[in-house]
């Protein structure tokens, strides 16, 4: 059985649609479906059961889960950037993930897991993949600490060597719609566009920069989601792995891309930045890939304007979730 925690989110959603194309659907959802509309995410796809998180912990701390398991692919947690609860993300985004790769090492399943790009922090040490540097890095939120925590604790044991952690930049693309502040700047400015005909960006408060040449490694869920399917098919591979395009590329590029998919002038306005934002914000952040690649990963990724044409004429303009 494939266990799926995060399924009816945004990218676990995406990863059991590829699933179902390679035709498995021996698989079990774990997620919170809540009161948003989450919900349609999982409409489109075919799998077994759907258990609620705090159900699932359970049964697996009692080690009573009523069928043998394969492979957890590990993509629930509190992914907000802006979330103060720090014990909430300390419990959701760590402590749970430890007991599910304890776990999956116990019973001999594969356990692929979500890290994050944001445990980079500012990037002033690099971008690089390196499980020997993650005393380096420091997180600029409470969000990329808790994955950054699993990270840590995985190498200390020694755990890193029998699981696969991944590093997902920049994603974008369908099936994103229920995250409200959280989605890509590709759905927001979708939506600016459809009902203003213009687009919001962030001015820049650094020199280097030019307002809205802030850069950022935006990758196409579809591609996110490929890179992840690697390491379910080569399971003698494990490790820590940056989930990106190794391209870097601006946001007036993103939002470009998009007027040029609805076919409409560019017209972009740049406003302040929060205060709150000013401290924390990450001018530049590029997926070093040559990790992922030297594994033999040989997949052409979408070039941002590819991803982005794709996810709005394909997803956003005829309002279509992923489906089988």
């Not at 989601?225 to 870097?248: A, C, E, P, Q, S």
């Not at 990790?291 to 997803?315: C, F, P």
Request: glycine letters at 8%; hydrophobic letters at 35%; one cysteine or more.
């Amino acid at each position: 059985m494939i266990i799926v925690t995060g399924a009816a989110g945004f990218i676990g959603s995406a990863l059991v649609w590829k699933l179902n194309q390679m035709g498995e659907e021996e698989i079990i959802i774990v997620d919170e479906l809540g009161k948003d509309e989450k919900w349609k995410n999982l409409t489109g796809l075919r799998f077994i059961d759907i258990y609620h998180p705090e159900e699932f912990i359970e049964l697996v701390l009692n080690d009573a889960l009523p069928f043998d398991v394969d492979t957890i692919f590990h993509l629930g947690a509190c992914s907000s950037t802006t979330e103060k609860d720090a014990d909430y993300l300390l419990q959701n985004n760590y402590h749970f993930s430890q007991d599910l790769a304890k776990y999956a090492i116990t019973h001999r399943a594969r356990f692929i897991y979500a890290s994050s790009a944001a445990t980079y922090g500012d990037g002033s040490n690099g971008y690089i993949d390196d499980e020997n540097a993650l005393n380096d890095l420091r997180p600029l939120n409470m969000y990329g600490y808790s994955k950054h925590l699993l990270d840590l604790w995985l190498h200390k044991t020694g755990y890193n060597e029998e699981v696969v952690g991944l590093k997902y930049f920049n994603v974008y693309g369908p099936n994103e719609y229920h995250k409200e502040d959280m989605r890509s700047v590709v759905h927001k400015s979708f939506g600016q566009i459809m009902e203003t005909g213009s687009v919001k960006l962030f001015k820049s408060y650094k020199d280097e920069y030019k307002d809205g040449e802030q850069k950022r490694d935006f990758i196409y869920v579809k591609d996110a989601v490929d890179m992840t399917l690697h390491f379910y098919k080569n399971r003698d591979i494990n490790g820590l792995f940056n989930v990106g395009t190794g391209k870097v590329r601006t946001w007036v590029d993103l939002v470009t891309a998009v007027f040029n998919a609805v076919g409409k002038p560019v017209n972009i306005e740049f406003i302040d930045m929060p205060d709150h934002l000013k401290e924390k914000y990450q001018y530049f952040t590029e997926a070093n890939i040559d990790k992922i690649r030297n594994t033999g990963y040989t997949q052409e990724i979408s070039s941002l304007e590819d991803g982005v044409t794709d996810y709005v004429k394909n997803y956003l303009l005829p309002d279509k979730y992923l489906d089988i």
